[in-house]
Structures are given as structure tokens and as C-alpha cells.
């Protein structure tokens, strides 16, 4: 049994991840829906098991934190280029960004060079 849901944020309902899910006749999805944890009120947007980095949405935050690698920078930047924020890490394992309501790419680095983007929707 997973450990996270599809919640609903227009109607309250969480839906299982473990099989199949159609939602049809959904107006908009645009903020409409986060994966979150099953076990508690924090909404878990992404995790990255291969570069086990995760991204959790704490309000108009979000938590990144990575257990691969020391943290360079995070960047929000919205669809159409403009950076919401950047948050310097110089090494650190977790950091703390502000969004905006929409779709937005979060650009995370590493201290050893490496970068991943994740298109994420708030």
C-alpha cells in the first residue's frame, strides 16, 4: 500500500495510488489536485527516489531536501522564465523556497554540479 493519495483540493476527497484512477469530467485541474502523504496534513509533491530528493509543499513554501547530495541552490521559475525565488545552500542538505499558485519548474543544484528540473503544479 502506497503512502501517499491524490487529494481533491475543489472537493476534500483522497484518492488511492495504488490502482488505476480516471477522473473525467474534471473542469480544471490547475491546482486542483496534489499528491500528499496518507499518514499526515503535510502535502508531499514529489520524491525522487533515484536522486532520493524530495519536495514538500509547506504552505506558499516548499521543502527540498536531498539525501544524495549537498544542496547547491534552488530556483522557482515560472512558465514563462520569470524566477519566483532562488535560495542559496552552499552545502546544506534542505532548503526552503516560496511559490506561487500555478505550474512551476524547480530547478534544484548540487554542490558537485550536477541539476534536475521538476515541473511541479501548486
Do not use: W
Not at 512551476?104 to 558537485?112: F, P
Amino acid at each position: 500500500m502506497s503512502g501517499y493519495v491524490l487529494h481533491d483540493m475543489l472537493s476534500g476527497a483522497d484518492y488511492s495510488l495504488d490502482s488505476p484512477l480516471i477522473i473525467a469530467d474534471a473542469e480544471t485541474s490547475l491546482g486542483r489536485f496534489v499528491i500528499r502523504s496518507r499518514y499526515g496534513s503535510t502535502d508531499v509533491t514529489s520524491v525522487d527516489t533515484d536522486q532520493r530528493i524530495s519536495i514538500v509543499q509547506e504552505g506558499s513554501s516548499v521543502l527540498v531536501q536531498s539525501a544524495c547530495g549537498l544542496l547547491k541552490s534552488v530556483k522557482v521559475i515560472d512558465l514563462n522564465g520569470r524566477i519566483i525565488s532562488r535560495v542559496q545552500g552552499n552545502g546544506s542538505r534542505c532548503l526552503k523556497a516560496s511559490i506561487a499558485t500555478g505550474i512551476q519548474i524547480i530547478h534544484i543544484e548540487l554542490t558537485d554540479g550536477s541539476s534536475k528540473d521538476y515541473k511541479m503544479i501548486f
